[in-house]
């Protein structure tokens, strides 16, 4: 995969942007991908902008590492609105 497929894929899905070696608004939650010497790392930000150590995953090809940020994109879509239902059924409860 390259950036311009990826980008593609955030589009049609209505994904978040995520952000690509140093380029993108860095969030609370944000995929982000960096490049290092020969390796990539894809991790989840915390709200500092910080690495989420659970989720960090280094690899070897540049390629490989897009396709796990457009994982964890859609991982971290589908926990948002997993959440979303949540809740509504607690506010449909609480009545």
């Not at 593609?8 to 942007?17: C, M, N």
């Not at 390796?39 to 960090?56: H, K, M, P, S």
């Amino acid at each position: 995969m390259n950036v311009d497929e990826l980008m593609t894929i955030v589009r049609a899905e209505g994904l978040d942007q995520p952000v690509l070696e140093g380029l993108g608004v860095m969030r609370d939650d944000a995929v982000v991908m960096e490049a290092g010497e020969g390796a990539w790392t894809v991790y989840l930000a915390d709200e500092r902008g910080g690495r989420v150590l659970a989720t960090v995953r280094e690899f070897e090809s540049r390629s490989d590492a897009l396709d796990h940020v457009v994982e964890k994109l859609r991982q971290t879509a589908r926990a948002r609105e997993a959440l979303i239902r949540l809740r509504d059924r607690r506010a449909t409860a609480d009545g």
